[in-house]
């Protein structure tokens, strides 16, 4: 069977007008991902990585190009309708954890389905607990976690909607060297596992070690698209 083509951007556009000035932050990117793919995109700071993965999440419009995601066209839709797939599709994960600090570790990882008034699904639950180690902090808020530990809070929020893809923005970006390296090997195993991964990254020492597609961004453009070994190539 063919594999499944689960993301594809094409010729996406996308500026920003600010004070007057306009930034080119991505200018035409096309990009196809393989459903069960783990792909990283690399490229120094305002090479245009987070407006990219907007555009790709859905979260922000391109000025043209389209996505289609699962066969279904993102911009094309309405506001509404992009929202609800969003929800069922996509899981985010970003540099700055967007926690909820008034709530505790097990209503941050629920507060998708209070938001989206589903029943919680207590076995999936258990078992994304399990795998992230967090267990034993289900209880605390997030002033009382490392970083780590509150980024693999985001993570099991996000796994907790059984996303098809995650988007993940710089998720090691605020944790040291260790604990990023965790977080790391966390999301392949979780690619490993069937869900496609999208991620954003400055840690190149890591992206040397792990299997995976490599797309370099540059000014706003795709300068490299690389599969690398199970060892890789030096980046
Ligand atoms: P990266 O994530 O690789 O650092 P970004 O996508 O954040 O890159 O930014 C790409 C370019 O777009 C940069 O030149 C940045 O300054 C500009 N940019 C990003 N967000 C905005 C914004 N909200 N308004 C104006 N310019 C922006
Ligand atoms: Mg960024």
Known sequence: MEKEKILIAENIVRTYSSGGQKVNAIKGINLTVMKGEIVIIVGRSGS???TFLNVLGG???????????????LYKLSEKERAAIRNKEYGFVFQNFNLINELSVLNNIRLPYDIASKYYDIELERKVLKMLGLEKRVKFYPEQLSGGEKQRVAIARSLLMNPKII????????LDPDTAWDIMQLLDEINRRGTTVIMATHAKSFVNILRKRVVT??????IGDVQKGRYGYIV
């Open 167 to 174: 988007l993940a923005d710089e998720p090691t970006g605020n």
């Open 59 to 73: 979260l922000l419009t391109p000025d043209s190009g389209n996505v289609l995601i699962r066969g279904k066209s």
């Open 48 to 50: 245009g990585k987070t």
């Open 217 to 222: 961004l540059s000014d706003g453009r795709i």
